[in-house]
């Protein structure tokens, strides 16, 4: 199906204006649902279309007449409108999704009871009912449900069960198509109330539990999070009530629906976590708060503004959790999380500028949605932020939220408010650091009898514009000294003596890609016992794993400094961010999956062993039961360098005070699979005690592991679609498949992904595409024969853009993994 291009968006606005939308959905049978919907709109004369994604369209008529339903094809039905007001009324057949778009259907392991969810972003509205899709052309909804006599149904505005089965809910305020949900099924909700606005928790009744413990802590959050936003934007909320709903399968870590915000489900937790997790977690539902103003309240008019909708999202977020909740350390916890994410983007061959990147139309966009517009858009507009002071900022997104309220704006509209509310001239900061990629290379260069200069490299050679204040650290011989240093030309002289260690970005602010010089990181792995402040160790956490990326530290460097310090980091999300980037066996997630330690480095079991005995020393030392504890457990386990361990883990026997709860165990039996040391009778008996949702994809991990080709080649089978899997599966299977080390199990399948890759748009399409693509991408086959099959399939111009975009990255992840083992073995 054709993804809108700006210019038929343009078209489509200057056509017509949407009055609003009356939508009846009937959810009771299991493959496809009902979809009636009415449309109201005002328009000029001309010729237009309606999205529809539909299994059938049964009806459409327009002010009364019949259509004839024929015209209906690729997902778009042609209308020729007069000038005046008209009535659309579209009757389809949708189908259930299990791919986490749309309207995602799942069902249950541990009660066989189904759950239902719509998630329209980027353009999945059209197959829950018939839309104008872009973000707009915004109006007002009216929701009807037909459910199954136990389920709740909740939506973006209030609503209630009239008669059994039977929902009706108010009408929203102006929405965007692409924020318009609804989430529906027996799922457990939890009430509250603060300053008049009616608050829900949501999960699927088998996790109720587990939610009821946290409720008074997400609440609390909710709380303070909406106190702090009303004080800072001075506009209230302005979407009735909130719901925040946990639902199956969900792609992304959250979606800012009005009113109802989807999460992933990993957010309620079933099994006990480190501290790190509940940080992560609060951040979250901070950053989906901020999105309720700045997103919902004012929308981007086009896609290519979503990097600013996300930057602003990131940075309020992070700021309100540090300042008005209990998780103090979140800026801190932003930065060693997802700074690493954003370099690694911005320094690849795909990278893109944060703004004006065009969007031609809505699938090339969601390509560019990605490090750069999270975490080096948050980087740079804290950079802002700071230059001009809150007054200066929040008085312009004041009236930014006044001007465009329940309506659209671009980024120029907020620049110019930040510009009448006295920023001054923002065009040379703009243009240096959001209409230019990639990032400068900023290295201490030592020039002999006690100087040494920063040397600011831009990634084209040319003369860098970007000026910024960068934190320089220098060891005293007691402790670290940091001094801000004002970088403005390619070369700033520094005082550092002969043979002090200095750490470049020592407070984790500058956007700049650094390694450590060699004298430096010589001493770092003894300094790190006697490092305490948790920004510099956070910087130091940041640089080692760039410098690897890069290939400009050599991984044995960067072990030592892992060992040197893990056993007194007192944060239990360095050690979890370290553990997971350093093995090949941890979960996937988008940001981090391609790039681990372990697969680099020389003497691989002499490392492995180093790293378990530092995590194991960490858990030792910390308190007994500890979220610390906890999280250094997770690392060791992830390290394991033989079963011993994992067997005393599973018979509760390994660690006083570790609580060895399902995810525990999982863990362990993925460390198991890796090593060899388990089966599939062993793994499907664990999974019959312990079966539910999340047990399940731990087990489809594990199976996908076990080094015997039965194993790769019933993951394979789910990878070309011969056997349908959801999106969550399709993860799973595909970051538990590849293993460094198992060529000799992997490498046909290495050949095969290039083969068959372009054969999976015919049964995968949006996100889970790329996902598909990305997790089944052969990153542990090392070798130039992959990357030069790699290159074949990318000089065909007919690949699907998607699949072409992660094969750039993941191929690029690849050959940086390929150039480190040349580099330094
Ligand atoms: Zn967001």
Redesign the pocket.
């Known amino acids: 199906m054709p993804s809108l291009l700006l210019d038929e968006a343009r078209a489509r606005f200057d056509l017509l204006t949407v009055t609003s939308y009356d939508v009846t959905l009937d959810l009771r049978e299991e493959e496809t649902f009902t979809s009636r919907t009415v449309i109201d709109l005002v328009s000029h004369s001309g010729d237009t279309f309606l999205d529809l994604k539909a299994r059938e369209l049964r009806a459409i008529g327009l002010d009364g007449q019949q259509l004839p339903t024929d015209a209906w094809s690729d997902g778009r039905y042609p209308l020729t409108l007069t000038e005046g007001e008209h009535q659309l009324e579209v009757d389809a057949v949708m189908g259930f999704r299990n791919d986490g778009e749309g309207l995602h259907r799942a069902v249950d392991p541990a009660d066989g009871r189904a759950y239902v969810y719509q998630m329209s972003f980027m353009s999945a509205a059209p197959s829950v009912f018939a839309c104008f899709d872009q973000p707009d052309i915004k109006a007002p909804y009216t929701l009807h449900v037909i459910a199954p006599e136990d389920w709740t149904v909740v939506a973006n505005a209030a609503g209630e069960q009239v008669e059994t089965g039977r929902w009706e809910f108010q009408q929203t305020q102006p929405l965007s198509t692409y924020f318009v949900t609804l989430v529906a099924g027996p799922y457990h909700r939890i009430r509250d109330e603060h300053d008049g606005i009616p608050l829900g928790l949501l999960c699927r009744s088998s996790m109720a539990a587990a939610l009821d413990d946290d409720a008074d802590e997400l609440f609390t959050t909710t709380k303070q999070c909406f106190d702090e936003f009303h004080r800072l934007f001075g506009v209230r909320y302005q979407f009735g009530k909130y719901d925040q709903a946990f639902v199956p399968d969900f792609n992304a870590a959250a979606m800012?629906n009005p009113g109802c915000v989807t999460f992933r489900e990993a957010y309620v937790f079933t099994s006990k976590v480190p501290r790190g997790l509940r940080v992560q977690r609060a951040a979250c539902v901070a950053?989906e708060m901020a999105?309720q103003w700045f997103g919902n309240l004012v929308s981007p008019r086009w896609w290519d503004d979503l990097w600013l909708?996300?930057a602003f999202?990131e940075y309020m977020g992070n700021r309100v959790t540090a300042e008005a909740t209990e998780f103090t350390e979140a800026v801190a916890w932003a930065a060693t999380a997802r700074k690493n994410w954003g370099l690694t983007a911005d320094a690849r061959p795909s990278t893109h500028p944060v703004a004006g990147n065009g969007a031609l139309d809505a699938d090339s966009a969601l390509q560019d949605f990605d490090g750069i517009s999270y975490a080096k858009g948050h980087a740079v507009l804290t950079q802002l932020a700071h230059r001009l002071g809150d007054d200066v900022f929040f008085s312009g997104v004041r009236d930014h939220f006044e001007r465009h309220r329940f309506g659209n704006a671009t980024m120029h509209d907020l620049f110019g408010a930040w510009e009448r509310a006295g920023a001054g001239d923002l065009n040379t900061w703009t243009d240096a650091w959001l209409r230019t990629a990639g990032v400068d290379r900023i290295d201490l260069v030592r020039t002999g009898g006690g100087s040494a200069e920063l040397v600011r490299t831009s990634p084209d050679g040319v003369v860098s514009r970007r000026a910024q204040a960068v934190a320089l650290a220098r060891w005293d011989g007691e402790t670290w000294s940091v001094d801000d240093i004002q970088v403005d030309e390619d070369r700033t002289a520094v005082g550092v003596g002969p043979g002090v260690a200095a750490v470049v970005d020592a407070d984790t602010g500058a956007w700049a890609d650094i390694t450590f010089d060699d004298v430096t990181a010589a001493q770092l792995a003894g300094l790190m016992p006697r490092t305490v402040d948790p920004l510099i160790r956070s910087a130091i956490w940041i640089t080692v794993r760039n410098g690897v990326d890069h290939a400009r530290l050599d991984p044995a460097a960067a072990v030592d400094i892992l060992v040197g310090g893990i056993p007194n980091e007192e944060h239990d999300f360095a050690l979890t961010a370290l553990s997971a980037w350093a093995g090949d066996d941890g979960e996937g997630t988008h940001n981090s999956v391609h790039w681990k330690l372990l697969p680099v480095v020389s003497d691989r079991a002499s490392a492995e062993r180093r790293l378990y005995d530092a995590f194991l020393a960490r858990a030792t030392s910390a308190p007994a039961g500890s979220e610390l504890q906890l999280a250094a457990a997770q690392g060791a386990v992830l390290n394991a360098p033989a079963p011993d361990p994992l067997r005393a883990l599973l018979a509760n026997d390994w660690l006083p005070g570790l609580t060895v709860d399902s995810g525990m165990r999982w863990r362990a039996f993925k460390r198991l699979a890796s090593l060899d040391a388990t089966d599939l009778d062993e793994l499907d008996k664990a999974l019959a005690e312990d079966n539910d949702a999340k047990s399940q994809l731990a087990h489809a991990w594990c199976r996908a592991r076990l080094p015997d080709p039965e194993a790769k080649a019933w993951a394979w089978r789910r990878f070309t679609g011969e056997v349908d899997a959801t999106n969550y599966e399709i993860d799973a299977i595909g970051s538990g498949m590849w293993q460094t080390g198992r060529d000799d199990l992997l490498a046909p399948y290495a050949a095969r992904y290039f083969d068959e890759l372009p054969g999976t748009t015919a049964v995968r399409s949006g996100w889970v595409l790329g996902d598909a693509a990305r997790f089944f991408f052969p990153i542990s086959v090392m070798t130039d024969d992959t990357l030069a099959r790699r290159d074949q399939l990318l000089a065909d111009e007919s690949l699907n853009p998607t699949l072409r975009r992660v094969l750039m990255d993941a191929g690029d992840d690849l050959r940086r993994r390929i150039e480190t083992v040349r580099r330094y073995s």
């Open positions: 800012e950053h999105h909708n996300e999202a």
